[in-house]
């Protein structure tokens, strides 16, 4: 077992990793901003070196000073949360050569997962659903008609290098394909001087759902069952759910066995989330993440399992405690992300919190660095708050989120508990009928 | 009651609704900045005060209501708080007990004493019923009755003011 | 289902019962004295009422004020909580008397387990294990050797009116017997001019283990596993876990079994809890509690129910939705009573909480109705505060109290929480090795 | 460092010790009713400060420790603490990284620097190691060296004060 963990990272999640730790009885470092001095997690880490000024260029990304860090404080091993140097397989590779361990996947499979096509070229070879679509480039419209009479209309036409909706057409039927590739090969050389395009199956009202994998060194890979995510506003998840209330537990066995089979086949180790497009009865590989997510706890709180403690113990070469059939789901968890945003126009407002008091009671979990007093600083990601609560059922834990987030107190600064107070009295949201275009409807409407 | 949140007998589904509107109220304080929102509306009023201008957590919720109370109930006279009443004159009788306050033997009955009228110490000057029992409550002093805080049939908690005898 | 519930009590168990009301679409009415006017279930009940001034009697054990306040708020049913009125068998018939449902037991049932020898009476008949002694008073010294000599040394001879530690003897032999019986009657006789006496099996180091049962109007009963709560001052629990450290899961299925079955027979109806002492493999009923009690929630932590919420449904007539086998046990959960006391001295420390910021995180669960600017009132129970945590096992769960008390800030007042915190660092707790003596005899070690 | 809790290297042993100490001390600041207590005993310092009188709640447990540092750093010279010295003097040169400061090229060398000498803007004054590589700090300004708050081989954490230049 490591002696001391060094966290990279700040907020809610290096609290939350601390606690994992202290918890195990390992030290902890807290390394920190100069604009973080005051943070919860640093003032309870067992050492916290200061690593740079505020921007996360000269401090949680810088690379250096972690490293130093590490090597004066005499860690065994580097946490890297979510986000900064997570996904960063550079970062992995320095930390190994340093004879430190990166609590994470190996760099060559962040490596892998980070490059988005040849991700989607490995989980289909390892037997994992993609959207389907041309293998490469379409050349001409009889190819390209072809193949969107193969994967079924609507189909999207995608330049190559595209990005920001330049360059895409949603081609509903077969006479609109020649104008669309048109068009789209135009403006895509306008704007990228490449005209290239692809094709792609096309979803109007997917959701986002996501299934949790955990493998060791010894060729053991569970999954943990899915997450839905599919509340989200420019891609960022505002909440989520396990389980999806789109899942029956003959499609969850289906799909996490198959994800699980993929996942060990990699000969992944860690923590891991492979997401997902799902529309009706089908799933569509997006992407792996190949860290700890956000929304780990909601996984959490119907599995009875502390997520950080099992990535730690692979981490040092342990086999996981359990097999897939030790895997029990019990009852229903959502978890609310609590920003520092006004509620509707999701304008930043950091500042000083004047009174903080969490909801508490049984089955309900906050996790927050937050306290009375602590300044949220304007720097970083707006994230301050976790609210996760379970119940026997969707419905009750619904009613038990409702009253949490009636006894949960943050002054001082905006947040976004009015928006989830909004959602959780939504008969679409209760109902379970929503898709990943279904949050930035609601928040027009309620606009208008 | 004039302190109870809520008088005896809300509905759900009005409950519901007024519960809706203080969330839109509370979104609107954030919005706004504002400290505090006043509004009176198809028969209920709600106030909703920003966290960090109320006293305690439990009465806000980032800004959360910390009055939900149908205007029939202040408009029948009993704008004051308990809290505000208490002490602002020293001849104000409080309840002493929890019950419903009768200021008449039976309805439409002359009232036991009206503002303006002398009364002496131990006269009744209101009935409190509580378990079925009429108790009388008489005056604690001699003097002019100068305020009446409850009207008739209203519930009553301890310590809340029922009149002023000046 | 009840449309509307009065909460006939304080503090955290007012909220407890006010936070499962909301979470079941009930409306709640406080009541509450001069003294609790701006206490948390207050500011979050949906109504509100003052009911006397600040001592007790004039307030919470208030019976007319109650009444009326259930009557001008239209409240269809009482939740008593724990101490003041909740085994008070009249006010379970004054209640009924006014069409009003008590969330509780009958009234015959308090009465016959307020009524010590009509409860052991009781327990003996419906097979439940009591301490073995004279049936009722001995009267010569040869009658007493027969009884002790069956039941086995030590024994302890009693006063039938004794109290408060006189007219009590401990025989370890049978040649100390005669002495002991000749001591305690002229003692008894000074004392209380009644030298009738008693003889009883003496247990010298006992643990105190309680079964939670639970029943229903349709003569289903379940147990809910026990709670080891041998930690105590002057009778008083501290320190609450589950399962007990000292029984397998043999002798959990073989006792609870035989409580559940008597409960049953004796047809109970709703939440109440079976205590024993505990010595030599062998269990003795002490007395059965007919009401919530303050450590339900290390029960409800290893089981994932909510018990008040089951309490509340049986109370409606509802069946229970589970049977015995249904009942899992989860891990393991530990308690810690927090009061506004020394933490040594254990003088009460009222006053207002200048610093309030609860412990977070994973498993973690605080019941408390406190926060920053609260004021709590001398007229009181010093509970403040409690702390439930959860663990895969009993040393995980003892790391997770570690941390979680580390984190846990009460400021302006004294807590018991450095109690607590020097008790999870003694070997003899961690190892589980201690009874109902032990604690008092720590707290001596300590001083000294 | 001078903020850093501990010292790397701080075994397990010790900080159990330590903490059991800090728990006592918790107890007998509860106890005693002080809001501050500092002791210094075999080679540990410990200072606990009362709840309420720390500024933040993770710094405190009810009475809980809010340092705990090896003597050894105390004594080494540097009482101050970033905060305290950074803006106490418009000369102090603050680390620009994390690492390793060596006052000299080598174990026993002369240091580049000593209170009281004059320096020349850009002369090197100490070297800060971090991942291998010895990084040489310039003084930022002519003057005379009229602190060093550090000692050699000492971590240095960003923005620790390390010498001032009057």
Known sequence: MFEKILIANRGEIALRIHRACREMGIATVAVHSTADENAMHVRLADESVCIGPPPAADSYLNIPAIISAAEVTGADAIHPGYGFLSENA??????????ITFIGPTAEHIRLMGDKIAAKETAKRLGIP?????????????????????????????????????????????????PAMSAAGTEAKAAFGDDTLYLEKFLERPRHIEFQVLGDMHGNTVHLGERDCSLQRRHQKILEEAPSPALNDKERERMGGIVAKAISKLGYIGLGTVEFLYENGEFYFIEMNTRLQVEHPVTEMITGLDLVRE???????????????????RGHAIECRINAEDPLTFAPSPGKIAEYHPPGGLDVRVDSALYAGYTVPPYYDSLISKLIVRGTNRNECLLRLRRSLEEYVIGGIKTTIPLHQLLIGNDDFVNGAYNINWLEAFLRDHEG | MATAKKKAGAKSPERRSADKRVRDLAMLLQETGLSEIEIEERGTRIRVVAAGHAGAPGAATGAAPVAVAPVAAAA????????????????????????????????????????????????????????????SIPAPKAGKVIEIMISDAEPVEFGQPLLVIE
Chains 1, 3 share one sequence.
Request: without cysteine; proline residues 7%; hydrophobic residues 40%.
């Open chain 1, 130 to 178: 993609v959207v389907p679509g041309s293998e490469g480039s379409i050349d001409s419209l009889a190819e390209a008609e072809k193949i969107a009479d193969a994967i079924g209309y609507p189909v999207i036409v995608k330049a190559a290098s595209g990005g920001g909706g330049r360059g895409m057409k949603v081609v509903r039927t077969p006479d609109e394909l020649g």
């Open chain 1, 311 to 329: 990535q730690i113990r692979v981490a040092t070469g342990a086999k996981l405690p359990f097999r897939q059939k030790d895997i029990k789901f």
């Open chain 2, 76 to 135: 029948e006279g009993q704008p004051a708080t308990a809290d505000e009443a208490t002490g602002s004159h020293p001849g104000t009788l409080l309840s002493p007990m929890v019950g419903t306050a009768f200021v008449a033997t039976e309805p439409g009955a002359d009232p036991f004493v009206r503002v303006g009228d002398q009364v002496n110490a131990g006269q009744t000057v209101l009935i409190i019923e509580a378990m079925k029992v009429m108790n």
């Open chain 1, 90 to 99: 550079r970062f992995a590779d320095i930390v190994a050569e340093h004879s």
